[in-house]
């Protein structure tokens, strides 16, 4: 078992910057692909980003490219994603996750353990 619980969000305005954080404990962190997700209002949660255990390997959603950047300290059981230029179309509940697959980083199904969420509310 994985435990992973976000932080780190709260309300910006357009243009501005916030870090999330997700810390795991349970099985070694180490080992396990992490990625975010997020879900905005009336939408399916999406894929935005993932990272492999080395950190040798990144993807983005088209929609963050270039702006959001996910980086892990395996040390610290903790991955992060650094997120610029904020756009209100950014607001959702992001969910930090992890799984021990190869596959299809960008499928939620996937990823076999979840946090709770944090709200980034990005404002025009």
């Known amino acids: 078992q994985v435990q992973l619980v976000e932080s780190g969000g709260g309300l910006v305005q357009a243009g501005g910057s916030l870090r999330l954080s997700c810390v795991a404990s349970g099985r070694t962190f180490g080992s396990y692909r992490m990625g975010w997700f997020r879900q905005a209002p009336g939408k399916e949660r999406e894929f935005v980003a993932a990272i492999n255990w080395s950190s040798t390997s990144t993807w983005y959603a088209d929609s963050v490219k270039g702006r959001f950047t996910i980086s892990r300290d395996n040390a610290k059981a903790t991955v992060y994603l650094q997120m610029n230029s904020l756009k209100p179309e950014d607001t959702a509940v992001y969910y930090c996750?992890?799984?021990?697959?190869?596959?299809?980083?960008?499928?939620?199904?996937?990823?076999?353990?979840w946090g709770q969420g944090t709200q980034v509310t990005v404002s025009s």
């Open positions: 996750a992890a799984t021990n697959s190869v596959r299809r980083y960008w499928s939620e199904d996937e990823y076999a353990y």
